[in-house]
């Protein structure tokens, strides 16, 4: 932290936010750097996750601040309030939930879009030209072909809002946009596994289609989506004066990484007239690596696809995108231009067709700058090495689960999802649930590791998955170890942190 | 740009992203910082706007990379094919839409974000407990009570989309968002002025409420909604068998900055059950103002204010807010826990409530630290004298118009827009539409100045802006000297650049 000059105050200029000493600035974004740069590169020394002191919480209850404080007191208030207590998804044995790890490409690109600060909703600029770059290479990469639409999201769940608007107004059978669903003859449904991720009921909610109207399919064994299934509750809604309008097929599930038999999916959608939708939040960029080709192919025949560059993909938070197969019904859902966003032949009200044009937002971050850089810096072979080696990490913890009598592999491992449980002979289910819940934040307090928790066939599991660029076989064994070594410790009639447990059973 | 070391390639070193030379790569962060600073500090000096070359568009046609390139020479392409093409909004003469500039301390939040990569959706971490500590700010700002509801969003279309979500949900009288609005008995009506964004109707399209739902309530003679109007137009339609559920005001209007009645539309909601929803986007923000205060106080009686902290508090784009007065009935629009997000009572599951029981997306950046450095760093007085600063300027600008025979102000000035046209004794208003047009595209294109255009009342007015703080009282007198000279110019019979009025002539 050499270059910081403590006190140096950055108070602005004149009349303007600028500051008035720009060196004086400068040598504070060089600290941040340095700062934030060597807190990753020593990222695996410390705690994966710690929580949060309350005289932190206490002080960031403060009211609105009347007056300027300096920059560098406030970078320093980062140092020592924050960046200590972030969500640990950096760290190399965060395994919780479906978070990216990030990486400093991405993160050059995002400060270098605060400080270019554009405004991506339209007009003609840069920015424009990245994210249609940006969007070309999506394409490229799910076999969409170039004249097919798409935008970036701030992830999966609005990617999934804006794919279905377009879904809903295209097979509604009505001007749905104009006249709302409340003029529908027919009742409108859709479909989606009962392994689906919840923003899908969530969509279906938002757009006024109703929770109810997303029937879920029963799963088969591992747990993927049952054509017959689907197939019958089609023609059953059919029978009784519903209008199908769409499935949503899951390239990976969130509970267990199950890849739905897109190519059977996407067949059965054209022979019903249905619109298909991936939802391939992160199992869909497995398609980058040639094991899940044959799988994940068939994301080409869907109508749209929604996934997400801050997951397996690292690029910092958030970052999403949707694609959209058919141009004309993606703009027919969202193109609404007024007179005061005219579009103009030349000059800056030009550069048609604006993104506000594909979506609902009208102002939007240069959010293609990060994942520009990411995807240059690293090259996209690089990246799906990681996400090749995170499913053979995920396979070798499964063996690893599978070869100690304590543990217990809970669903077969497809993608990069492990769910296991500890679990000794001569203990009920509920005891089960409570121990390993209580294992999974012992492992977090403790800042060991940092899996999640879920429910496999209603089993209490403790949940793994690998979207992390730094984990390495290393880190796999110390779970492994940990998890057996804490459901001991817990189990044991003194436990040397009882509070958790006893807190459990009460 | 001493510190780049050309030719240093930041390979990564094993199998993770990151870089096997961690010097290397803060050099080219260090050369990043100096770049896109040095460029802030002499933006004065370049053209408002430049259009972005077309070789720069072909290059950014290119195919997926597939293998790594040094940061350092993307840098570089950054510099030569990016830098200078921005939208335009970080130069003081930019006056076109509602664009805030940006500001440095925000800058250096947005990239400790990105470097921090916390995901918002939900879980304990400090980055809740900052998202927490701005909406506290904001609930302070507009005079909301600390149990109300709040989320950042990308700006005011999604808080729009949130909070008339809400109210959907709290006024529809049945089970929306299980049952969907087709099995709704009475058709779900809104109100805004025939002044209102765009973004609004948007919003009862994506809701599946239908844009006709949205019934536009004629302005006076200021722009403002005709509260007469409004209390016909809900009588008429409980008459028919609609039910009214919202009212939408706006706390400036996009094309004149006029404010509605807010007290007398917030009273009529009272009277008649009706959700109040506030369109601050950038004008609710006056409200710091002590001159505004009397018209925009109001909104502390709303059910919902949406706002941007990307325009008048020139936070880097994007970020916006939404306040949400009925905190039960926000949660009760988003909230919807699966097995895979089950709450914790202590550990990184812990953090009750999560944000994303408050709004669609469940993944989400760390938008509240660039808002957190740019309050703090600024103070909120210095923000509201920029406000105010801006309104003094629109005063200004609108006298210097009247004051000028050969321009004609279209609205009066309420807050900080101008509506103004060059328009010289004996034009038709069809050749005043196309020279004012031709005059705005040339002041882009020669990079004097940026506003944009609209209507009023069918004018096509020249649409000037003033949400900048950097725009002093200087660029305004250019703006004015080169209006009046382009137009003589364009309408001359050799104009300099003819190119542009035949073109609009055809």
Redesign the interface.
Known sequence: MSRRRPGAA?V?AG?????GD?DA??S???D???L??D???DIRQGPV?R??PDA??AR??????????A?DA??GV?AE???P??????HPRFF??V??????????????????????GG?????V??E??VL??CK??FGYPAESSGILT?????GT?IAL?AA?NARAGAD?????????PE??VGYASSEA???N?????????????LHLVPVDADFRLSLPMLTEMIAADRARGCRPIAVIASAGT??TGAIDDLAGIAALCRAEGLWLHVDGAFGGLAVLTPEFVPLLAAIAEADSIAF?F??WL?V???A?CVLVKDEAAHRA??A???????P??????GGEPWFCDYG???????RA??IW?T?????????A??IA?NCRQAQLLGRAVQSNDDLELLAPVSLNIVCLRFAPAGLGEAELARLN?AI??EL??RGIA?P????IRGRAAI?VALTN??T?TEDLAILVSAVRRLGKELLSAQPARPR?LE?ERR
């Open positions: 950055v602005p009349e303007s936010l600028d500051p720009w600035l400068k504070t974004f060089h941040a750097v340095e934030a740069i807190h990753l590169r996750w929580a949060t932190v919480k960031l209850g403060a009211r609105l601040p009347r007056k300027p404080e920059l406030l970078l980062f309030d924050m960046l207590y972030g969500t640990g998804n950096i919780g939930w978070h990216g790890s990030g990486n400093l490409a991405g993160g050059l690109g995002e400060m270098l879009a605060a400080l270019i600060n554009c405004n991506v007009r003609d600029h840069v920015a030209h990245v249609r770059q070309q290479w490229e990469i701030s992830g999966t769940s609005m809002v608007a809903r749905v946009r104009m006249l709302g669903l409340a003029g529908s009742r409108l991720h919840g923003a009921a969530k969509a279906f909610e938002l757009l006024g289609l109703g929770r109810d109207a969130v509970n997400d801050h997951k690292h910092p938070y958030d999403g859902a969202f609404d231009r007024r007179d005061y966003l005219a103009a032949q030349t000059g800056l009200a609902p937002e009208l102002s939007r971050g240069f700058l990060k850089f995807l240059k810096a690293h090259g996209i072979e690089r990246l090495e990681g080696r819940e999974v934040v977090q307090l940092a999640s928790t879920t429910k949940r660029h730094r390495t958790v807190r």
